[in-house]
């Protein structure tokens, strides 16, 4: 158990639609990151927040968004979903950035199958 | 863009066996991470190396950092079934490293 905790695990959804993916990041860390794991692109960064502010940003597209509450939980909303957004999507957190010994520890993932 | 090319992407050995893992790119990183996903699971952290040169051991594996910090190894000695899963290698970029490329990774399937 990586103490990143993930909801929903699993997510069916019919295209067009909208889903918010959420993470509780590990106790004490402020960084928080979203991360999609597909079989055609593996596994690709999508965002990250330090501390309720965006701190870096990847291969996110203009449909998804991502937000970090005062409580350090982060959302990952998905809008007008196609079909090539099915995919597993991971949240990680970490202390602070990413440093030598600074570990960044991946939740359970989010399953999302788009019909 | 910086890609990091990562072989073999399958790995079938027997109990016992050497192997190793290569991770490619014509980019520097700031480090590179080497992590192992199992079934189910997100990607749990097995090392960070972050100088060029550095090698690093985690009992029966042994991972290095190119020189020029664009290429990593990962080796594993005498291979068990418990080394079973998906290993990914990741570099922080190099401008921002909080930003991490992922390898596609190489499953690894070790039969007793």
């Known amino acids: 158990d990586s103490g990143v905790t993930q909801t929903p695990k699993h997510l069916i959804t019919a295209t067009g639609q909208r889903v918010t993916l959420r993470c509780s990041p590990r106790s004490g860390d402020l960084s928080v990151y979203w991360y999609q794991q597909s079989l055609d692109q593996g596994l690709q960064f999508l965002i990250q927040y330090y501390n309720g502010e965006e701190r870096a940003k990847g291969n996110i597209l203009e449909r998804f968004s991502a937000q970090q509450f005062p409580d350090l939980h982060s959302e990952l909303n998905l809008s007008s979903l196609e079909l090539g957004d099915s995919a597993l999507y991971f949240c990680a957190s970490s202390v602070s950035t990413i440093a030598p010994g600074n570990t960044i520890y991946f939740g359970e993932g989010s399953w999302l199958t788009v019909v | 863009t910086q890609l990091l090319e990562q072989s073999p992407q399958f790995l079938s050995i027997q109990e016992g066996e050497n192997l190793t893992v290569y991770c490619n790119s014509s980019s520097v990183f700031s480090s590179l991470q080497w992590y192992r996903q199992e079934p189910g699971e997100g990607p749990v952290l097995l090392v960070t190396?972050?100088?060029?040169?550095e090698v690093k051991k985690l009992k029966r594996l042994t991972f290095q950092f190119g020189d020029a910090r664009k290429d990593s190894s990962l080796h594993i000695t005498a291979a068990q079934p418990g080394d079973t899963g998906l290993y990914l290698c990741a570099g922080g970029d190099e401008e921002y490293g909080n930003k991490l490329v992922f390898g596609a990774g190489t499953i690894l399937r070790v039969k007793s």
């Open positions: 190396v972050v100088t060029g040169g």
